[in-house]
């Protein structure tokens, strides 16, 4: 079916147009508005066309009017620093607020709900940031932990694997997917991710760690010791019950 011009839709009941429930951006006007701060407008609110900048200035700061998203941005930042997730989360509501199609905003406000871990709100946020930037490496990888901290690891590993796609230097996601990939009980794609991972990071203790549990897991207890010795060479020593389980399936060794 063809659509009208405008992208609406036809009624099968009436034949007329019925807008399509799209968001639009407000349009610009010559005096100052302040219905997106949720300031009901009256005549009490506008500003004289002969005000001086100054004045202006101070009007915008009293009203609310003068923060943008950004500033909403910027303030839920330094509370997530803090530990403040609930001033942040309210911070970035209103930069939402200010602009609906800012990924950016969307993709914290996800992160901050990770960190006090609400992960269905979390993944429903980073779902809305990569809606308006497909592109936005960064998210799948976080959407990834997310489905990984609810074991869902199927999804976790789509999105690890989008993040790849779009950049495959990326040594701590092939790490992550190596991680979800073991969580499944698949240790030997497991130890293709961690490899890679090594491949482009050799001096990080932690990839070789997660290696020697998957060649544990997988019986190949020689080359789990030879990463087990590389990651102590690298300042990373391994948990002592993991050690203590390596020694006893391979009698002993080392």
């Known amino acids: 079916m063809m659509c009208p011009p405008g992208g609406g839709r ?30 009901k407008k009256d005549r009490t609110m506008e500003v004289p066309a002969r005000v001086s900048v100054f004045g202006v200035a101070v009007f915008m700061v009293l009203t609310g009017c ?25 911070s970035y509501d209103k ?20 960190a006090k871990g609400e992960y269905d709100r979390a993944i429903a946020n980073y779902s809305r940031a990569i809606e308006l930037d497909p592109a936005y490496t960064r998210v799948y990888v976080n959407r990834g932990d997310a ?4 074991a869902e690891y199927d999804r976790a590993v789509s999105d690890y694997t989008k993040a790849l796609e779009l950049n495959p230097r990326l ?13 499944q009980g698949d240790f030997d794609r497991a130890v293709s991710n961690f490899t890679v991972a090594i491949g482009l990071e050799p001096l990080e203790p932690r990839f070789y760690l997660h290696r020697a549990s998957a060649y544990r897991n997988k019986g190949l207890y020689e080359q789990a ?5 590389q990651a102590q060479k ?9 050690l203590k389980r390596l020694r006893e399936d391979s009698d002993g060794a080392p």
């Open 147 to 150: 489905y990984s901290m609810k």
């Open 10 to 39: 036809i009624r099968p009941d009436s034949g007329s147009v019925e807008a399509s429930p799209r968001l639009t951006r407000p349009r610009s006007c010559s005096t100052i508005d302040c219905r997106m701060a949720g300031i």
């Open 66 to 90: 003068g923060d943008t998203h950004i500033d909403y941005c910027s303030r839920g930042l330094a509370y997530a620093k803090r530990g403040e997730f609930d001033r942040a989360i309210a």
């Open 95 to 114: 930069a939402i607020e200010r602009d609906p199609w800012n990924a950016e905003a969307y993709a914290s406000r996800g992160y901050v709900y990770y």
């Open 234 to 242: 690298l300042g990373l020593q391994a948990e002592p019950d993991f």
């Open 171 to 183: 040594a701590k996601v092939y790490d992550a997917r190596g991680l979800a990939r073991a969580a």
């Open 225 to 229: 010791w030879q990463d087990v010795r």
